[in-house]
């Protein structure tokens, strides 16, 4: 589809962004846009990937009743590897390499953090702000696995290299807060 074509066209072209930006009828057009696009919080402005990562928190609490270590591992591992099809797929349709809006990266993998977080709003919080510090400023191997590795597995592999970096920071702050 080309977002040129007409003036009524579902993509229209962000100047900040200098990409195409999805209508929310094209998003939920297919259910891969639609979980590629984080349920629609992709389509927020500004901060898509926060929004997506706050979708991801609502979500967690909304099922944390059932959730068990297995449910969530198979959740994770399901979600890991559509994620890096259906992402790379609608990255392709749009015809860029990780377009700001696709957010399913950031729910998988704030997720994982969320798992491996002690599970008080507070320790929460903090990652939420870690997970999103690191995913944006994409400190060292994060920026390289983003430079390197195309399509959907490096949109969903840098994502969760700064959950790695989160739960680092998360278990340092745990362990120091034991010592007090």
Request: overall charge positive; some cysteine; aromatic content about 12%.
């Amino acid at each position: 589809m080309n977002p040129d074509s007409n003036e009524h066209s579902p993509l229209k072209v962000s100047a900040r962004h200098r990409t195409v930006w999805p209508s929310l009828k094209w998003v939920l057009s297919s259910p891969n846009r639609l979980l590629a696009f984080g349920f629609g919080s992709g389509l927020l402005r500004p901060g898509a990937g926060t929004w997506g990562s706050l979708v991801a928190w609502l979500l967690w609490i909304v099922t944390a009743s059932y959730q068990t270590d297995l449910r969530i591992a198979i959740v994770l591992v399901v979600g890991f590897a559509y994620g890096s099809w259906a992402c790379g797929r609608v990255c392709r349709s749009l015809g860029v390499h990780d377009h700001v809006g696709i957010v399913w990266d950031e729910i998988v993998a704030f997720w994982l953090v969320l798992w491996l977080t002690p599970s008080h709003w507070f320790w929460q919080l903090i990652a939420l702000g870690l997970f999103r510090f690191f995913d944006i400023v994409k400190p060292g191997g994060i920026k390289k696995i983003d430079a390197k590795i195309k399509g959907g597995l490096g949109v969903m592999l840098d994502d969760i290299a700064a959950a790695a970096y989160t739960l680092v920071v998360i278990a340092i702050l745990v362990a120091l807060g034991e010592r007090m």
